[in-house]
């Protein structure tokens, strides 16, 4: 009998801490059970020759959108065979009563068992799931989504404030809820959540979407006005003030009750200066900064119009350089794909009424490898940090997922750093019959995905079936 299931040898490994080091990677009943030179193929199981080739711990996109505009369990099978291309082995969506996801309201007790029941059988990754208490009974229901169902991120959308202004993207209808969504009702969840660090530390977070409705009302009855078109008139609608304003507000309220935060998706310089002085100038803010794979590698000068609308927006060049600097200054701590699968028939033809959002979480790897580390220099250890090692401990996945050592799951990217491609929808294995980032010169693509030590995507092509991702319950510290 073979002493491990499976060995990947003679790969460069970036491991924590250490940076990149050539060595052999064993892998027994899923986890990670030995690191070092000369394990060699016959004590293996499988073998897996990774001489010149890179090898990364398994990405953890914290933020998708899973079931949104889709069915979930066709959503979750076709978007999480996606994320195998871009070296995803953990996938964390977002889901909140109102239209889209299930399209339903009603207390999680209810709802959610039946977004588990949906997503099980259907993923090709792990999974998770963050969850937004949009009505007054859902806040007091988070202690028994964490302690029952092992969610431990949650989520409020400060542009669903002002409800029925224009742009705000939500209406009493959309929300499905009568109750008040406002600044009363974010703090109540604040304090919810703050209430539980006793117990489990700063893995019980709040997620936020910071724009403020006002503010895009009076910038976009200005725009349209004009009669302007395109995504530059559509961020002028939604400026960075927006944003920035938005985090202010939240970064006062998360100090004043002690709840730990993340800024989600920030597009602009000024939202992330923001947010950085809001760290340093609020004391005992726990503030985690997010940027997207759209924002960094897209500007509204490229992208298409209806195609390429997102909230926030896709901003200008000097915004995209200014989110690249903060990314190797340290002061960005993850990156992900916000990936929101959906069709050129579901976006329509009309910007403003478009739905936001499209996929990209099969760029995960390649474009952080690609515009990170080959365009910008930007160390493959640094990359692991934002794509893997920040996100697993930012959203309680740690000690489990995240990185390359001893007793984490067997999650692995194995990385061809030559390997060049164009970037086409078919590329990236979706559902999504378009992708903003068409045209894309990417060099450095996973050759192969590994979940729990199973080959899930080798020789760049799914060969696992849906169902090999399990459900995680979170954080994972307090479920062992």
Known sequence: MAEYDLVIGNGDVVLPGSGMTVCDVAVRDGRIVAIGK????????RYIEARDRVVLPGAVDA????????????????????????GVTTMLSYFRTGANY????????????????????NFFTDYGYHVAPMTHSHVEEIAALVEGFGVSTFKFYTFYKTLNLAGSGASREYIK???????????????????????????????????????????MEETKGKGEGGLAAYSAARPPLAEAAAITHVAMLASETGCPINFLHLSSREAVQTAEASRHIMGGLDATIEVTLHHLALDYGRADAVLGKVNPPIRSKEDTEALWEAVAEGVVDVVVSDHACTTKAGKGTEMWTADPGFGG???????????????????LERVAQLISFNPARVHGLAPR???????????LAIVDMNEEKVVTPAALHSAQDFTPFE?????????????????ALEDGQVVAQPGLGDYIRRPVGAQR
């Not at 009603?106 to 029941?117: D, H, K, S």
């Not at 919810?192 to 709040?206: D, E, P, T, W």
Request: glycine share 12%; charged share 25%; hydrophobic share 35%.
């Open 439 to 455: 045209g894309l010169r990417v060099r450095g693509w996973p050759s192969h995905t590994i979940v729990r030590g199973q080959m």
């Open 401 to 411: 997922k995240g990185a390359i050592a001893p007793g984490y799951d067997g999650d």
């Open 177 to 219: 809820s009568e109750d008040a969504y406002d600044s009363g009702h974010l703090y109540r969840i604040m304090r919810a959540i703050a209430s539980l660090r006793q117990r489990y530390g700063r893995s019980v977070r709040l997620s936020t979407h910071c724009e403020d409705p006002e503010i895009i009302r009076v910038f």
């Open 38 to 45: 000369g394990i060699g193929g016959e004590r293996a199981g």
């Open 361 to 379: 979480t099969a760029l995960l790897v390649p474009l952080m490898v690609s515009e990170g580390f080959f365009k910008r220099n930007i160390s």
């Open 63 to 86: 933020h998708s959108h899973i079931g949104i505009y889709r069915p979930v369990a066709e959503d979750a099978r076709s978007e999480s065979a996606s994320a195998l291309v871009g």
């Open 102 to 121: 299930l399209n339903t309201t009603g207390p999680y007790r209810e709802v959610f068992p039946r977004m588990l029941e949906a997503s099980s059988g």
